[in-house]
């Protein structure tokens, strides 16, 4: 495997790329980094940052600046219908970023590609890949930058974070296996007056009819609502207002992960590697846990490694993700019933609440008690 002078090449410049750079370029290492985009993405997309992903991006200055423009969501209310099941309180969680921190994601490629360019490392926008073919001791790699192909370059190390359509993944022959459901699901941001919850709270919504909605507050009035209907706002009951509608959109959920991570000198990350349901908020922090360990592994020599430590990690949140969405959209009368007494019982006793937060930092492979201790 090359060693750390190696010229690397990160294809992608969303959370995922940007965590690699900045990880790699903290370090000493001088990637490249391309992306077919104009610059940061307009819209909001992901919105929730993990306590892990905050812990990652500390070194590197980011976290600080993420807190600063951040809003962090303490409590998370569960409802049966207009019933309220349980209110789970982010802040049992052992770890001093007790909150799950809600920024859109533009805001948050905005600080990273801005930090990432103080250890001297621009974003070449309006650039991507056009193919890659990997060699015995190279990655041969042709660009396109503004519609026009570039004379082919060579790389010792290629990151593919360019989502789940990634030509990365695809040029290196990786299968991205699993299935898509079929059942189409709305996205809307929007600023809403007269909220009649908890404003700097997350809402969740189960019907009897399986239909769901999920809501959370992305800043000032501006909240996000997600649903497994055409319209996400009309399973989100009460009595407001819409004052602005600032975007719609639909979406069918994947379930997919790469056969592998890595080939010889190629390597997979964040969408590129793992799709699953946005329940839970998972998909842009495993792509930033992802960035990291490849970052850490290259530093220490042991990129030989990366699939076996990441992979297990995203097949188990898909796993989970989609056993999340089976109870969630579950129509069967029994399985609700179980759902509800069970959420019920925890929002009862808060101190059944520690025990999720402990059983999700073991499935991120998250150490809480060396959190504080990482480089």
């Known amino acids: 495997m090359p060693g750390k002078e190696a010229s690397i090449l ?7 790329g940007l965590t690699a750079a900045l990880e790699l370029a903290r370090r000493g290492a001088h990637p490249r980094v391309i ?43 569960f ?13 049992l969680l052992p770890h001093r970023y007790n909150f799950l921190l809600s920024l859109p994601q533009r805001d948050t490629e905005r600080i990273m590609a ?3 360019a103080t250890f001297g490392v621009d974003v070449e926008w309006r650039t991507e890949l056009a193919g890659l073919t990997q060699q015995a001791d190279k990655v041969e790699v042709r660009t396109r930058r503004d519609g026009e192909e570039e004379q082919s370059h060579s790389f010792d190390i290629v990151f593919g974070a360019d989502g789940a359509e990634s030509l990365v993944r695809k040029s290196s ?32 919504f189960l019907h ?11 800043g000032g009035n501006r909240f996000r609502a997600v649903s497994n209907t055409p319209d996400a706002l009309a399973h989100v009951p009460g009595n407001y207002s819409v004052s602005q509608l600032l975007r719609t959109d639909h979406f069918h959920i994947p379930a997919k992960q790469a056969s592998r991570y890595q ?4 390597f997979l990350g964040g969408d590129a590697a793992h799709a699953h349901s946005p329940l839970g908020a998972r998909g842009m922090n495993l792509g930033i846990e992802d960035a990291a360990c490849f970052a ?56 059944l609440q520690k025990p999720p937060a402990r059983a999700r930092s073991r499935i991120e492979g998250i150490d809480f008690k060396r959190a504080t201790a990482r480089s």
């Not at 990160?10 to 995922?16: L, Q, R, Y």
């Not at 080939?263 to 190629?266: H, N, Q, S």
């Not at 949140?317 to 069970?342: G, K, M, P």
Request: glycine share 8%; hydrophobic share 35%.
């Open 10 to 16: 990160i294809v992608g410049a969303g959370p995922t």
């Open 35 to 77: 992306d077919k985009k104009d610059g940061p993405t307009p819209l909001s997309k992901a919105v929730g940052i993990s306590s892990h992903s905050l812990d990652v991006l500390e070194a590197s200055g980011v976290s600080s600046k993420l807190l600063a423009e951040g809003l962090k969501v303490r409590h998370a209310h």
């Open 79 to 91: 409802h049966a219908g207009t019933r309220e099941l349980v209110t789970i309180d982010f802040s």
């Open 114 to 116: 801005e930090t990432v």
């Open 173 to 204: 022959s990786i299968e991205f296996e699993g299935y898509t459901h079929r059942r189409r699901w709305s996205i809307t941001d929007a600023e809403i007056a007269s909220w009649p919850y908890e404003v700097d709270a997350a809402q969740a």
């Open 208 to 218: 009897r009819d399986g239909d769901v909605g999920f809501i959370i507050p992305i």
């Open 263 to 266: 080939t010889a000198r190629v």
């Open 296 to 351: 850490r592994r290259f530093n220490d020599g042991t990129l030989a490694g990366y699939t076996d430590e990441r992979r297990p990690v995203g097949g188990r949140w898909i796993d989970l993700s989609e056993r999340i969405l089976s109870t969630a959209q579950s129509t069967n009368s029994f399985v609700q019933t179980c759902r509800n007494f069970v959420m019920l019982t925890i929002g009862s006793f808060p101190i």
